[in-house]
């Protein structure tokens, strides 16, 4: 199994939401997004890392109606398919 994800610490009390990028389980990349760019930047960064896994970590309720949206939106928009979604 791969350390290669993406973990996105959510939080709907904060304007940026946190992207950490781990590549063999070392943080290689790291960005503050404002949710209306959250799922265009997860879309680069996928492709980017060539990442097939995302962590969504903070609020559940909240990471969870992030998580509809960029499933609803950009997994087709964007052509983002096969990425596994977890809460941690």
Not at 10 to 34: A, C, E, H, N, W
């Amino acid at each position: 199994m791969t350390n290669d994800r993406i973990v996105i610490w959510t939080s709907p009390t904060i304007r940026f939401q946190k992207l950490y990028v781990f590549k063999d389980g070392v943080m290689v990349d790291q960005i503050g997004v404002i949710v209306e760019d959250l799922n265009e930047t997860l879309a680069a960064f996928i492709e980017k890392y060539s990442i097939r896994r995302l962590d969504f970590s903070g609020s559940h309720n909240y990471a969870k109606g992030l998580v509809e949206d960029f499933q609803e939106k950009s997994m087709l928009k964007f052509g983002v398919n096969d990425i596994r979604i977890s809460y941690v």
